[in-house]
């Protein structure tokens, strides 16, 4: 007659034949009449003793099965997948497999303690790896050299405290504590660590009552001034011993006042800028009563100068235009006059925008010779209009082009080409885009009007011209112009059959 067997909770665990043995799990389940039955009975009852010591887990376990692994020296339970710890931490190096929340685990590498969250391990503590020295905020409790007690928050690195949190008013700790003679109120800095590095508060403070300069000295931050707005009052002088460096003000320090060799300089490094001394005038009150020149080292005489009485104003002394209008042959209009050639250095400009000729219909300047010139023209000598363009190579002038390469234009290199674009300009009636470059990079394209033209051949005047190829032009007949390829008409003839260059009249479809 066969053994139904039974778990715990009702479930059949197995049928059991008379005579046979059933080894579904850990335990050997022995049938009726099995011979030599009572070996595994005591072996069954050995495993529950030791609850299956080994170092490898048992097969087939049920759940609820104890299992003391002999690797870790821990008692186990196994929970229908997996034995997990009973009642300690795991330990290792690496974390345990199939954790559960609340599982507990000891890194014996980093000597910590950790607690599984159900997604991760969440560090217990210490918070400082092995090896590394205590680091962290630590509370401690310590006394003064008076006998009170204070609870301060050491903020520590590597064993090294770093900075010191308290509530109470200064106190001198006893024992002394390395870097901090006295103990203040707040966050306190070590003075030094023991490398000899001085720590500092890197960042942003939102409020400072001192700052401590290099010599050690504490000073208020009320006596500083600020560079970012103006200062109202300050109290005192302004003395910079740096004579070189001096005193500078302006967006790049054009103004500066310095002494060099025991002389006192006002300069302004800005190019073509003048140094303008000015006083506000009251009522009819004159100038020059305002303005004065101290020529006395003793800071205490001055001697002033009538502008209007050359005899009061020395060979060396500096002048103003009004001196010169009125003593040195200006008419009444305040006009500068000058005998001959004169040398300006600074801007020639007149009193109000468009208010002033430079001469007059019947007497004309000659020449006038200019870099550039900007305004209105009502005549040109020169007859094409052109523009710069940046060219992939440098091109002489005559040079037929065409857009493309790998600039703007390139050469125009094929013949009866429909994207020639124009023709190197020897001197442009009206040049556009003028700061781009110059003739090497951005060379003037003459898009329209008289310019002279390398071609190829020979050219009747009248003929249109195509593109011959190599940056040259040839004439063509009416069978090979198209609405694109004609770069426009000659204005002369040539009778050779070489290269060589004519005047052409060029437009630009």
Do not use: C
Not at 60 to 80: C, E, H, I, S, Y
Not at 195 to 212: D, H, Q, S, W, Y
Not at 434 to 462: E, F, L, N, W, Y
């Amino acid at each position: 007659m066969s053994y139904t067997i039974n778990k715990t909770n009702g479930s059949i665990f197995a049928v059991v034949q008379d005579g046979t043995i059933n080894t579904d799990s850990s335990q050997i389940v022995v049938g009726k009449n099995y011979a030599g039955y009572g070996e595994f009975l005591g072996e069954n009852f050995i495993r529950l003793l030791e609850n299956a010591a080994d170092k490898n887990e048992p097969d087939a376990p049920l759940t609820g099965q104890l299992w003391f692994d002999t690797n870790v020296q821990t008692l186990k339970v196994f929970n229908g997948s997996n034995f997990k710890n009973l009642g300690a931490a795991g330990t290792g190096i690496e974390s345990p497999l199939n954790p559960v929340i609340g599982d507990l685990w000891y890194d014996t590498g980093k000597e910590q303690l950790n607690v599984y969250t159900g997604t991760d391990w969440l560090l217990i503590g210490p918070s400082y790896e092995a090896g590394f020295g205590e680091s962290g905020s630590i509370v401690k409790s310590i006394v003064d050299t008076s006998g009170n007690q204070h609870i301060i928050v050491e903020l520590l690195v590597n064993d090294v405290i770093v900075a010191i949190t308290s509530k109470d008013a200064e106190y001198e700790p006893d024992p002394a504590i390395t870097g901090f003679p006295t103990i203040k109120p707040g966050i306190q800095l070590a003075e030094f660590l023991p490398n000899g590095i001085k720590p500092i508060f890197e960042g942003t403070a939102r409020e400072a009552l001192n700052l401590v300069d290099a010599n050690g000295l504490s000073i208020p931050t009320s006596s500083f001034v600020r560079n970012d707005t103006n200062v109202e009052e300050m109290l005192g002088s302004l003395w910079v011993k740096n004579s070189e460096g001096g005193i500078r003000t302006g967006a790049t320090g054009e103004l500066q006042l310095k002494v060099s060799n025991g002389e006192a300089h006002i300069s302004n490094s800005a190019d073509a800028k003048a140094i303008v001394i000015s006083a506000k005038k009251l009522g009819n009150t004159n100038i020059s009563d305002i303005i004065s020149i101290n020529t006395d080292g003793d800071g205490m005489a001055r001697a002033l100068y009538d502008l209007t009485n050359p005899s009061t104003i020395p060979d060396d002394t500096l002048i103003t235009k009004a001196y010169v209008d009125t003593y040195g042959g200006g008419d009444v209009n305040g006009l500068l006059a000058a005998d001959g050639s004169i040398l300006i250095t600074g801007i020639l400009k007149p009193e109000f925008d468009g208010s002033t000729d430079l001469g007059t219909p019947s007497a004309q300047f000659n020449t006038v010779y200019a870099t550039t010139f900007q305004g209105t023209s009502t005549q040109a000598k020169y007859a094409d209009l052109a523009e710069r363009f940046e060219t992939d190579k440098s091109m002489i002038a005559g040079t037929v082009v065409e857009l493309g390469g790998d600039k703007e234009i390139t050469m125009a290199t094929e013949q009866f080409s429909d994207n020639v674009f124009g023709v190197i300009s020897t001197q442009a009636a009206y040049l556009m885009n003028s700061d781009a470059g110059d003739d090497t990079t951005h060379p003037a394209v003459a898009m329209h009007g008289r310019v002279p033209v390398r071609v190829i051949g020979k050219v009747k005047k009248g003929e249109r011209l195509v593109s011959a190829g190599n940056g040259l032009a040839q004439s063509v007949t009416s069978d090979d112009i198209t609405a694109f390829n004609v770069i426009g008409r000659s204005l002369e003839n040539k009778d050779t059959n070489g290269e060589g260059v004519i005047e052409a009249f060029v437009r630009i479809n």
